[in-house]
């Protein structure tokens, strides 16, 4: 069975940074691709970062993150993370993390592509 287990959510000031990560278990990120999703209370799941299993793993951003987000991983702990800086209210939710098998040219941020999803992780930003 797969579990994805995120954590590193909290309440930090707009400007501010977090580290999320999210941790893989019955599952190995060989040949995968993660992904960081969130969704805000009232609004559609957002796709905020993928990134795929090569060394270095090819990347994708959402562009409402691009530049203050950088995803990472460590196939060997199978752990992902998700660096945020310059946080903005707006990129309050639920922070979920999302495995699928296979690899893309250009990793899907696509919600539906992905079959295991974590509980999820609240980021607050307050400004």
């Known amino acids: 069975e797969v579990q994805l287990v995120e954590s590193g959510g909290g309440s930090v000031q707009a400007g501010g940074s977090l580290r999320l990560s999210c941790t893989a278990f019955?599952?190995?990120?060989?040949?995968?691709?993660m992904g960081w999703y969130r969704q805000a209370p009232g609004k559609e799941r957002e796709g905020v970062a993928a990134i795929d299993s090569e060394s270095p793993g090819r990347t994708r951003y959402a562009d409402s993150v691009k530049g203050r987000f950088t995803i990472d991983k460590d196939n060997s702990r199978n752990t992902l993370h998700l660096e945020m800086s310059r946080l903005t209210p707006e990129d309050s939710a639920v922070y979920y993390c999302?495995?699928?098998?296979?690899?893309?040219?250009?990793?899907?941020?696509?919600?539906?592509?992905?079959?295991?999803w974590g509980q999820g992780t609240q980021v607050t930003v307050s400004s």
């Open positions: 019955g599952i190995t990120f060989d040949y995968s691709t």
């Open positions: 999302a495995v699928k098998p296979g690899i893309c040219w250009i990793p899907s941020l696509l919600g539906s592509d992905y079959p295991s």
